[in-house]
């Protein structure tokens, strides 16, 4: 049965435009907690193993703490892209010390002043990748009614 082009129309332009947003927003998650997730294995293979313990430690401390102070504040503020592209940030440090860190076996305090910052910013930046922000940005609002989608 045929469907009404007045009804079908105005969905499907919407549909794919939210479809597309999941699709770049969910890519753009992959690639970045895969580099994340690769560097992290490797370190905790290369490193000293307490010092891998307590970087992964403060950063899922830091994540669980922040998750309830910071969960909402940060979409509410910047608005969902430039809360997501801020979140993204402290991954690419945290890379990025973390090859620094793998650079310089014997520096053990270096290490630490590198990884345990990073650990921290990276906890924090959790908060900005939560469901609450995909649902944002997919218009698919629920008790964030009030989040700008800038």
Known sequence: MPQS??????????RRKYLARV?????????????FSTIQTLMSTVL?????????????????????????????LLGVRYALVLGALPYILM???????????????????LLIPAAVLVGIALTSSDRDNLCVKTGQRGKQGSAQES
């Open 95 to 113: 890379d990025v010390a973390y090859v620094i860190a793998i650079d310089s076996p014997d520096q053990l305090s270096l290490q630490y002043k």
């Open 48 to 76: 000293d193993t307490q010092l891998a313990f307590w970087t992964l430690s403060i950063l899922y401390l830091s994540f669980g703490i922040s998750n309830f102070a910071l969960a909402g504040l940060t979409v509410e």
């Open 23 to 35: 699709v770049v927003l969910s890519m753009g998650f992959l690639l970045i907690f895969s580099a």
């Open 5 to 14: 082009s007045s009804s079908g129309s105005a969905a499907g332009p919407a």
